[in-house]
């Protein structure tokens, strides 16, 4: 009798090198995106997937959200009857378009403390049955991690 031991691998690789101990779904989803910060969150938008994320660090529940980017060229990209406060700014395009259209979204967020900015991206997941994390580039080279049922969610240096 003898044992014999088999390393098995991911058929797929995570986008970034400290992935979980785990395979992902598939591989990575490479996008332009686009991220912007607000006083209670930020949005990300993932351009190949038609999706606006939206992570709240204002300590309610959920804790993050996903729309779809509903915006479409011709539309107003911003209220021009918005006006911020000094030094903050109104999210444009589809950033904007949720947070004008869904006051819950603009109460939890605030106003953006900075302007959008395009980058490009990348989004995985998790393979599990159910529960999947998922995994998005952040704009600073780190990675957005969003727990499963919008639990919570974690910046990775």
């Known amino acids: 009798e003898e044992t014999l031991v088999i390393a098995l691998r ?3 690789s ?12 598939g591989p990575a989803t490479i996008s332009p995106g686009a991220e912007e910060h607000f006083e ?3 949005m990300i938008w993932i351009g190949a997937l038609d999706r606006i994320y939206i ?4 300590g309610k529940h959920p804790h993050w959200e996903v729309y779809t980017d509903e915006f479409e060229e011709g539309m107003p990209e911003s209220d021009p009857a918005i006006e911020p406060p000094p030094g903050l700014y109104q999210p444009i395009r589809g950033f904007g378009l949720i947070w004008r259209t869904k006051p819950w979204v603009r109460d939890r967020l605030g106003w953006a403390v900075d ?8 989004i995985q997941f998790t393979s599990r049955p159910k529960y999947n994390v998922t995994y998005i580039r ?4 780190g990675v957005w991690k969003l727990e499963p049922e919008a639990s919570g969610w974690s910046h990775i240096p």
């Open 40 to 42: 209670h969150g930020v």
């Open 14 to 25: 995570w986008f970034f090198p400290e992935g979980p101990d785990e395979c992902p779904s």
């Open 55 to 58: 992570l709240y660090d204002d």
């Open 115 to 122: 302007q959008e900015v395009g980058f490009e991206t990348a």
């Open 138 to 141: 952040a704009l600073d080279g």
């Open 10 to 12: 991911c058929p797929d």
